[in-house]
């Protein structure tokens, strides 16, 4: 295939060949070729693919009639509405996670992290269902799994042996949920999720929506445990809302920690509460990077799927106005999540995988800014979406 006249990030236009699902060159455009799928992109701008890298699939009510919002107090009060509502949603996990693949992918999205509920009501269930899917979108989605003990650690009677069982069972990697917060035990559940992460050799992404002071020991706990078990590069701190809500003092040290331990941080970018912020956090060497989060579901009625807009939704929350924080913001959803994830040879550039987005907008920043449709989706070199739809032929 020949992407012909792409305006690379750059600005430059430029000839982009693929052969074998990977970037064969990157020429001037208008050289001499002969490849019969020639696809002239008009100069729409062309990246690599977008990365989603926390979502919950299993979650999700994507699909499904509305299923109305039940607010709660606290994060224990929200987890416990939502194991009553789950079972009321009218179709099976795979279905919606499926409809929800369908949604990114069409909006540019070939790789994502998914966490996935570990507990006493659904056991190993919903691992499975994903799992499933997994294998049966291999070929369009790359998808990484985390078993997510949503209703605790150390709290949920037996989470451990559950927790230990779904990594058995091929999920990538451990979780956690606010060691003080929830489970008001921090060396309890540390123990135990990097202990498991020692065992089978995972990797760890721990929600943390702990603040303040608490959240920062926290953060430094978690640092200090990844070096010390050689994980660096192999943990993730989602949310850490406590990285908006230290003292300068505190969140010096807290990042300096985080950058020696490889420890990365995913952010969303809630309105409602403190976020880490992202220019400080980078200046200390911290990897930080967007992702959608709650997608439809018992968490949020809200969501999407598209990247462009989450990557316009923390540029918004985080006051980035300049064509340079509007390029940032775009690399949370791209190349700042393939650090994150370990995604080697990720970018646009010869040798690299041919996943990759073409949108209808000349530029980085318009892109941020006005989310124009995607006009082609590649993944593995095929076209898997046109104009906002998956392309003919194209199923799981």
Not at 200 to 213: N, T
Request: glycine share 10%.
């Amino acid at each position: 295939m020949l992407l012909a006249n792409a305006t690379l990030p750059d600005g430059n236009r430029a000839d982009i060949a693929i052969a074998d699902g990977r970037i064969a060159s990157i020429t001037a455009p208008g050289l001499p070729n002969a490849d019969p799928d020639r696809r002239d992109l008009g100069g729409a701008l062309l990246l690599p693919a977008f990365i989603d890298g926390h979502i919950h699939l299993d979650k999700t009510h994507m699909g499904a009639p509305l299923v109305p919002h039940v607010p709660g107090g606290s994060v224990r009060e929200r987890i416990a509405a939502e194991r009553v509502a789950r079972h009321g949603v009218p179709l099976p996990v795979e279905a919606r996670a499926a409809n929800l693949l369908r949604r990114l992918l069409a909006n540019g999205t070939t790789r994502v992290r998914s966490h996935v509920d570990i507990d006493n009501d659904v056991k190993l269930a919903n691992l499975e269902a994903l799992l499933a899917v997994r294998a049966a979108w291999k070929r369009l989605v790359d998808i990484e799994i985390v078993a997510f003990p949503q209703s605790g650690v150390v709290s949920e009677s037996g989470a451990a042996d559950l927790l230990d069982a779904a990594l058995a069972a091929g999920a990538d990697l451990i979780g956690g949920l606010d060691p003080d917060g929830f489970d008001h035990d921090v060396s309890g559940q540390l123990d135990i999720v990097f202990a498991l992460a020692e065992k089978h050799g995972k990797a760890v992404d721990i929600h943390l929506h702990d603040g303040g002071e608490t959240g920062g020991a926290e953060l430094r706990d978690i640092a200090a445990r990844t070096q010390a078990l050689g994980l660096q590069g192999r943990v993730v701190v989602s949310h850490a809302f406590a990285l908006g809500d230290l003292s300068p003092e505190s969140f010096g040290k807290t990042a300096q920690a985080l950058a020696r331990a490889g420890v990365a941080i995913m952010t969303s970018s809630p309105a409602a509460v403190p976020v880490p912020p992202v220019k400080t956090l980078r200046s200390h060497g911290v990897t930080i990077f967007a992702a959608s989060d709650n997608i439809r579901d018992c968490w949020s009625p809200f969501g999407n799927g598209d990247m462009l807009d989450r990557a316009a939704i923390v540029a918004a929350r985080q006051e980035f106005y300049s064509n340079d924080d509007l390029r940032l913001a775009l690399d949370l959803a791209t190349v700042e999540p393939a650090k994150a994830l370990g995604i080697a040879g990720y970018g646009l550039a010869p040798g690299a995988p041919a996943d990759l987005v073409a949108i209808d907008t000349p530029s980085i920043e318009e892109a941020v800014i006005n989310r124009p449709p995607r006009k082609l989706v590649i993944r593995d070199g095929e076209v898997v979406a046109e104009n906002g739809a998956l392309a003919a032929g194209v199923a799981a």
